[in-house]
C-alpha cells in the first residue's frame, strides 16, 4: 500500500509552503472511517482514493486539487447499480 507519507514528500518537493498536516489528517480521516472493509480484491477499502491521491501528486496539483478526489475516501463506498456519482 501507498504510504502517505510518500505522497507528502511528492508534494513538498513542488510546493514547500502545502499544508501537509491538512494531506495527513484527511487521509488518517479516511483510515479510521473505513478500517476492516474491503473491496472485492481483498484490499483495504483506501487503496484506490490514496493511489489516485499518489497520482494527483505526481501530477504536481495544488494542495486543493489533491485534497478534493481523495475526499470520496470519506464516501460510501460504491454498491453497484448507477454512476457511482
Same mark, same amino acid.
Given at each position: 500500500? %501507498? !504510504? =502517505?507519507?510518500? $505522497? ?10 502545502? !499544508?501537509?498536516?491538512? $494531506? ?9 472511517? +473505513?478500517? &476492516? ?8 477499502? =483506501? =487503496? +484506490?482514493? /490514496?493511489? /489516485?491521491?499518489? %497520482? %494527483?501528486?505526481?501530477?504536481?496539483? !495544488? =494542495? ?8 470520496? $475516501? ?5 454498491? &453497484?447499480? &448507477?454512476?457511482?456519482?
Amino acid at each position: 500500500m %501507498i !504510504d =502517505v507519507q510518500e $505522497i507528502c514528500t511528492s508534494v513538498s518537493t513542488y510546493d514547500p509552503s502545502a !499544508d501537509l498536516g491538512l $494531506i495527513q489528517r484527511s487521509y488518517e480521516f479516511a483510515a479510521e472511517r +473505513h478500517a &476492516g472493509q474491503r473491496r472485492r480484491s481483498g484490499d483495504p477499502y =483506501v =487503496v +484506490h482514493p /490514496v493511489g /489516485v491521491a499518489r %497520482i %494527483i501528486s505526481q501530477l504536481r496539483l !495544488d =494542495v486543493p486539487s489533491f485534497l478534493y478526489a481523495p475526499a470520496r $475516501i470519506g464516501a460510501r463506498p460504491f454498491s &453497484g447499480g &448507477g454512476s457511482g456519482l
